[in-house]
């Protein structure tokens, strides 16, 4: 019996980035800047080409959010007294052009971002880097898309008052 199984090691480096808002006004700026995926029009669209211009619309900074997850409801009578939010924010349109050529790349999209409050009080958004985790498919189109993702992310930093990481400032898209 031959396996096609495959063990992939990769690396991954998580950008943590202090926000300067307090962590209700940065959930409610985040929000803004991700707006809520509208799947059900996404649903009603005739042609990819249709698909490709409301993603357009919808997500004007290149992210939409798919999934909001309210930790700190979730996690109410423990004794962790964090403030989190998180979200599954990304765009199908661009995850196509991974999917069409490793449907295992999906693991990466949308992207895992959490919005949370330290001890301190102080409002930080923590992502994977996501170019980092796309170059391990070894296909220069996935890869592509890791730094194009890159500075759309380092674009949504600098919109939510954030210091760019140094990892993500030689980040340029390549639409």
């Known amino acids: 019996m031959t396996t096609d199984n495959a063990l992939i090691d990769h690396p991954a480096r998580r950008l943590v980035v202090m926000l300067p808002r307090p ?3 940065a959930i409610e700026h985040y929000e803004t800047l991700v707006p809520e995926a509208d799947l059900h029009r996404f649903y009603q669209m005739a042609s990819w ?3 490709r211009e409301l993603a357009e619309i919808n997500a004007p900074h290149g992210f939409m959010r798919y999934h909001r997850s309210d930790i700190t409801a979730l996690m109410a009578g423990s004794t ?3 403030k989190a939010t998180q979200y599954s924010m990304g765009n199908h349109t661009i995850a196509e052009r991974m999917f069409r050529h490793d449907p295992s790349a999906m693991l990466h999209a949308p992207l895992q971002t959490v919005l949370y409050a330290d001890p301190d009080g102080d409002t930080k958004l923590a992502v994977e880097q996501p170019s980092l985790l796309l170059a391990s498919y070894d296909n220069p189109q996935i890869a592509e898309v890791g730094r194009e993702l890159d500075a ?4 949504l930093i ?3 008052g954030g210091d760019v990481p140094p990892q993500l400032s030689d980040a340029s898209p390549r639409l």
């Open 23 to 25: 962590y209700d006004a």
């Open 49 to 51: 080409q249709a698909t």
């Open 80 to 82: 962790s007294l964090w």
């Open 152 to 155: 759309l992310l380092a674009q």
């Open 158 to 160: 600098t919109l939510l």
